[in-house]
Structure formats: C-alpha cells, structure tokens
C-alpha cells in the first residue's frame, strides 16, 4: 500500500484560542527526519486565529530540509493579483528545487471577508477570479507569454517547472474546477466511503475536459488516538484511492502530533 502521509506546519490553526505558532525550521526539520511525505502551511491574509504569511513558511521549511515536499494548503490564490502570485509560486518552485505542490483553494466563509477586502479583492467573485488565474497560471509559472483577464500580455522570467496543482472543496464547482485545471483534489476531513465515490465522479469529469483522472488527498481526517488503529483507518482512505492524507496537530505541543504522523507512517 502506498499513502503519502503530509503534516500541516505550525502556522496557525482554525481555534483562535489555540494558536499554533511554532518553529518552521525545527517543524520541517522534524517532518523530514521522521519520514514523513509532506509539510503544509495554511494561507490566508485575515482568518480566525493568528497566521503566518504561506509563502514565507514554504521558503523557511525549503531553506531548512533536503528532501520533503513543501505544499499550499492551499493557497487562495485570487487574494493576489495572479502574475504575482506566480512570480512567489515559480521562485519558490526554483529555490526549493522542484519540491513544491500548489494547493489552490477559494477560502472557507468561516473567516469572513474582511481578509479579501483589506487586500483590495471580490470576495463573492473569488470562485471565477480563481478560475481566471488557474487558466494563465501554468504559462505565468514557466515563463511563456501569458494574456491576463485584462488583456495585459505579460512574460515572467526566469521560468521555472510547474508543480503539480491540486483544488480543494467538495462542492460541485470546486470539484469541477479540479477536472479543468488540477492535477489533484483536496478535501477535507471526508470519510473513505464517501472519497471512493468522489474518485468515481472525479474521474468522469476530468474524462469530460480530456484530462487523467485526478489525485485525491484528503487534509485533516478523524483519527483513533491510538497509532495502529489510526494506520488501520489511513489503509481505508488507501484502498478508496486516496494518494495522500495530510495531518493536522492540535493544541500548542504541535511536536506531539508529529511523532504520532511518524508512528502511523511507520506501520502503514
């Protein structure tokens, strides 16, 4: 059985009573020596509880390992004006060498809309202003001429390889966005019997766009307490077709969660 097991890195988390706000480096550090697949930063401008700017964590977690993907989860990418967006995306894919995964999301309503307008963006058009920026994205990244949604035609250089994308959201737009654009889709917390049916129905849609069918990983799963039981539960998500699952500490001794991440990883 083959599962890639990620962990989110303490950058926040959504209680605003709890903040996870720990050491990047020694998180990344942590992560990589205990055989873990992934690190994750969470992203956003104003959410619920205090959080750390995404793309500067990634940085911190590339600068800091050798070996261990570094990932969006995710990012909102039509906070940003999408040229600069890819500016970050393609130097970090370049500085990282290769190790990135774009997680692309269009925010939870829970945090409200007071991030999107101190950044100056729609928030009730995030969901076409993200499709916008999924389309010219992959030409931005690389450094091929691209026409923004304004007509604005534009190079970036230096180019740099397009890490795989991945949509989260488990609503019918979102899910159909991931056919379009993605590589992958994200869900988060689903139980396995519901994510063998969401690989079905992914499937068919992406046949719809011409597209392979997508990668499915699933962010923040109920787990047992106990490692072995919660191996047995990952090995679930496995056999339903799920390629990733990515962990999420909770509470401030966010090292704890580590070490269960790499018990579980050693017996799957």
């Known amino acids: 059985m ?16 709890q903040p996870i706000l ?11 020596q ?30 800091a390992t050798d070996r261990i993907r570094i990932g969006y989860g995710v990012l909102l990418l039509a906070l940003r004006p999408v ?15 290769d190790r990135l995964i774009l997680g692309v999301g269009t925010g939870n309503p829970a945090h409200g809309d007071v991030g999107w307008r ?27 001429p691209a026409t ?8 970036l250089a230096p180019g740099a390889t397009m890490p795989p994308v991945l949509v989260a959201g488990d609503g019918e737009r979102a899910r159909r966005r991931a056919a379009a654009f993605a590589d992958g889709w994200v869900a988060i917390g689903l139980e396995p019997h519901r994510i063998g049916a969401r ?3 992914l499937a068919s849609l992406a ?25 047995e539960q990952l090995a679930a998500y496995a056999e339903a077709g799920a390629a990733r699952v990515v962990l999420a500490p909770s509470g401030p001794q966010w090292e704890a969660g580590y070490e269960f991440a790499a018990k579980i990883k050693a017996q799957l």
Do not use: C, M, N
């Not at 097991?5 to 605003?16: H, K, M, N, R």
């Not at 720990?22 to 990589?32: F, H, K, M, T």
């Not at 950044?119 to 999924?134: I, K, M, P, Q, V």
């Open 207 to 231: 046949e719809e766009y011409g597209r392979p069918p997508l990668t499915v990983t699933v962010v923040a799963p109920a787990l047992a307490a106990d490692p072995g039981q919660a191996a």
């Open 118 to 144: 101190a950044a100056g963006a729609s928030f009730a058009e995030r969901g076409r202003r993200t499709d916008e920026a999924l389309r010219v994205l992959p030409d931005l990244v690389t450094g091929r």
């Open 199 to 201: 690989v079905d129905e």
């Open 2 to 17: 083959t599962l890639d097991i990620g962990i989110i890195l303490p950058t926040s988390t959504p209680d605003p009573a």
């Open 83 to 97: 040229a600069l967006a890819a500016k970050q995306i393609a130097t970090l894919q370049y500085v990282s060498g």
């Open 22 to 32: 720990g050491d990047v480096r020694a998180a990344a550090r942590l992560a990589e």
């Open 148 to 155: 923004l949604a304004d007509g604005t035609e534009v190079t």
């Open 34 to 63: 205990s055989g873990l697949d992934s690190v994750w930063s969470t992203d956003h401008l104003v959410a619920s509880a205090p959080i750390l700017d995404s793309t500067v964590v990634l940085a911190t977690a590339a600068a």
